[in-house]
């Protein structure tokens, strides 16, 4: 079984017994996006608290499946399950950066970086960079996802358009080594 698919299943044991087995379905056929949806509003719709690092684990499958979009507004609406984590999702559309510098200036030079998730503790933030579209928006997907210092001017670990996985993995590893 994939580190996903464990995730997966994690996730969507939070639900009751009949709803879980659902999402655990989906994910069985290959519908990902569906098992989403069916996890995202079974949470809400059970008033189910989840931590912070759970809303941020749900953000990047969705992102992996090309549902984070649709489904970031209800993410943000879970209910906390206590005190704050030291993960945690961000609304990136109320605090675009407008552009990118530092080390990796070259393969970031002229793309958004989007603030996506961030460590309470040590203070990085995962961002997704974006192209700006000739009509003025964002790609609908990431060229890259930045692991950048505090003050979102530096980037430090660079992670190719496909592996959202991958940089929160890191991102994860590095808050959880923090004091």
Same mark, same amino acid.
């Given at each position: 079984?994939?580190?996903?698919?464990?995730?997966?299943?994690?996730?969507?044991?939070?639900?009751?017994?009949?709803?879980?087995?659902?999402?655990?379905?989906?994910?069985?056929?290959?519908?990902?996006?569906?098992?989403?949806?069916?996890?995202?509003?079974?949470?809400?719709?059970?008033?189910?608290?989840?931590?912070?690092?759970?809303?941020?684990?749900?953000?990047?499958?969705?992102?992996?499946?090309?549902?984070?979009?649709?489904?970031?507004?209800?993410? /943000?609406?879970?209910?906390?399950?206590?005190?704050?984590?030291? /993960?945690?999702? /961000?609304?990136?559309?109320?605090?675009?950066?407008?552009?990118?510098?530092?080390?990796?200036?070259?393969?970031?030079?002229?793309?958004?970086?989007?603030?996506?998730?961030?460590?309470?503790?040590?203070?990085?933030? /995962?961002?997704?960079?974006?192209?700006?579209?000739?009509?003025?928006?964002?790609?609908?997907?990431?060229?890259?996802?930045?692991?950048?210092?505090?003050?979102r001017a530096t980037p430090l670990r660079l992670f190719p358009t496909d592996s959202a996985t991958a940089a929160f993995a890191v991102?994860?590893?590095?808050?959880?080594?923090?004091?």
């Amino acid at each position: 079984m994939t580190d996903d698919a464990i995730i997966w299943n994690r996730l969507a044991a939070l639900l009751p017994e009949a709803e879980a087995q659902e999402v655990k379905d989906c994910w069985d056929i290959g519908e990902q996006e569906a098992g989403l949806g069916l996890l995202v509003s079974g949470i809400l719709g059970h008033q189910v608290p989840i931590s912070e690092t759970a809303k941020a684990q749900i953000s990047v499958l969705a992102e992996t499946w090309g549902e984070r979009e649709s489904l970031t507004p209800q993410i /943000l609406q879970c209910r906390d399950d206590g005190p704050p984590g030291h /993960l945690k999702l /961000l609304d990136g559309d109320a605090c675009t950066v407008p552009e990118a510098t530092g080390v990796a200036e070259q393969d970031l030079a002229g793309l958004v970086l989007v603030p996506w998730i961030t460590c309470t503790r040590c203070g990085q933030v /995962l961002m997704r960079a974006h192209a700006r579209e000739s009509w003025g928006d964002l790609s609908y997907l990431a060229r890259y996802y930045v692991i950048t210092t505090s003050n979102r001017a530096t980037p430090l670990r660079l992670f190719p358009t496909d592996s959202a996985t991958a940089a929160f993995a890191v991102l994860q590893r590095s808050c959880s080594d923090a004091p």
